[in-house]
Structure formats: structure tokens, C-alpha cells
């Protein structure tokens, strides 16, 4: 199985407090992703990292920032949590020249 | 823009019988790979089978078959001999492939089908 670990794995908030999220990989792999995944709409692509410090918008942005300065490392922040962000994360990675991108556990996040 | 389109919200099966779950998308990408990942309740995405668009012969993992129709635009999932195990969401799910080879691993999913093995 890839290395990779989603912290927390579970988290109850409250509206409009911030959130982290850490996703770690031990595979050193270029690419690492943060995707949410919701009843009847599948999983979305939120934000990617294609390098350390270098990241971009996926389909469903609004509302969440990321940070990579370590390979390793992607966080994903909720500034202010809202209850449409409810729903479970998951990280995902891929490498270089690689097809296959691997899945960490999901992180469930309930905003109330 | 790609999308990738799951027909069937749920499927049932009997146990050792085999199914068939659809699915299609949309590209005008030339170079790009196909994708089924299981996900069980314990909510565990899991790669099933892997299709590369530029090749012509169909994927198979072990039970795991593909039929991958690129004109169709068709890339459909057939289970044979289906075991409890099985039950679980599947993904159909796309990704383009980078200039230099590879890819970027940035997927695009459909919206999944439940799968019930039954006893």
C-alpha cells in the first residue's frame, strides 16, 4: 500500500471556525491531491500540487486554501467552515511518469 | 472539459454471477487513461483496472474485465463469478495524459454505482 496518511480522520467543527487538514505521504511522489466526495456527485478535484510550493485550483475551490513546503506535506485549510463543506476528503498522490494515483483513508468532516 | 457518466446508480448481483457496470465520457483529449476504483464501506479507494486510450487489447485483473469502446467513447467494467467481497461503490474515472508521457494523476470521476452482491 502507498504511504500516505490523512489527519485527522475524523472532526466535527463548528461554523465558521478554521480547519486543517494534513495529508503525508512517504513515497515522495510528485503530485499530491485533495479531492471531496460528496452523495451522487462522485469525488472533486478541490486542489492539486505539482511541487513543493507549487499548487493550482481544481474544480471546487471556493472557500479552501492549500500549502505544500515540504514534499511530503499538503495541507488543506478551511478558513471559515460552512456546512457545505460537510462531507469526507481524501488525499490522493501520484508520481512522475506514473498513471496510478493512490488514495490516503478520507477524513470525515462535519461542520455544524 | 471531460465528463465521465455512471448510468446505473445501483446494481444487484447474485453471488458467483457476473455483471456489468457502464460507463462513458466524454474528451477530446487523444491520449488519456481509464479508471475503475472500488470503494467498500470501509471507504477505501481502490484501484481495480487500469486502461491505457492507445491500446487496443481490453484490461483484465484476475475476475476484472474491461471493454473499452475509444470511438464509443465506452469503457464499461465486468465482474465474473461475483463474490460478497465485491459489494462496494464503483468510480469510473478519467485522466489525460501529459504531453511528455505520464501523467498528471489529476482524475475526473463519475458519479459511482453501488453494487450489492447478493447471497
Known amino acids: 500500500d502507498a504511504g500516505i496518511t490523512q489527519s485527522p480522520r475524523h472532526k466535527v467543527t463548528e461554523t465558521g471556525t478554521p480547519v486543517t487538514l494534513r495529508c503525508h505521504q512517504t513515497?515522495?511522489?510528485?503530485?499530491m491531491y485533495w479531492y471531496r466526495q460528496d452523495p451522487g456527485h462522485g469525488l472533486r478535484l478541490i486542489h492539486y500540487s505539482y511541487g513543493v510550493k507549487d499548487t493550482d485550483k481544481g474544480e471546487v475551490s471556493d472557500g479552501y486554501s492549500v500549502s505544500r513546503s515540504k514534499t511530503e506535506d499538503f495541507l488543506l485549510t478551511l478558513e471559515s467552515a460552512t456546512s457545505s463543506q460537510t462531507s469526507v476528503y481524501f488525499c490522493?498522490?501520484?508520481?512522475?511518469?506514473?498513471?496510478?494515483?493512490?488514495f490516503g483513508q478520507g477524513t470525515r468532516l462535519t461542520v455544524v | 472539459a471531460q465528463t465521465v457518466t455512471q448510468s446505473q446508480p445501483e446494481m444487484s448481483v447474485q453471488e458467483a454471477e457476473t455483471v456489468t457496470l457502464s460507463c462513458t465520457y466524454d474528451?477530446?483529449?487523444?491520449?488519456?487513461?481509464l479508471f475503475w476504483y472500488k470503494q467498500p464501506p470501509s471507504r477505501q479507494m481502490i484501484l481495480v483496472i487500469r486502461?491505457?486510450?492507445?491500446?487496443?487489447q481490453n484490461a483484465t485483473e484476475n475476475r476484472f474485465s474491461v471493454n473499452f469502446q475509444k470511438a464509443a467513447k465506452s469503457f464499461s467494467l465486468k465482474i465474473s463469478d461475483s463474490q460478497l467481497g465485491d459489494t462496494a461503490m464503483y468510480f469510473c474515472a478519467f485522466m489525460k495524459q501529459l504531453n511528455y508521457g505520464g501523467s498528471q494523476g489529476n482524475l475526473i470521476f463519475g458519479k459511482g454505482t453501488k453494487l450489492s452482491v447478493k447471497p
Open positions: 513515497e515522495n511522489h510528485r503530485y
Open positions: 486502461q491505457e486510450a492507445y491500446k487496443q
Open positions: 474528451t477530446s483529449e487523444s491520449n488519456y487513461y
Open positions: 490522493a498522490i501520484s508520481g512522475t511518469g506514473r498513471t496510478e494515483a493512490f
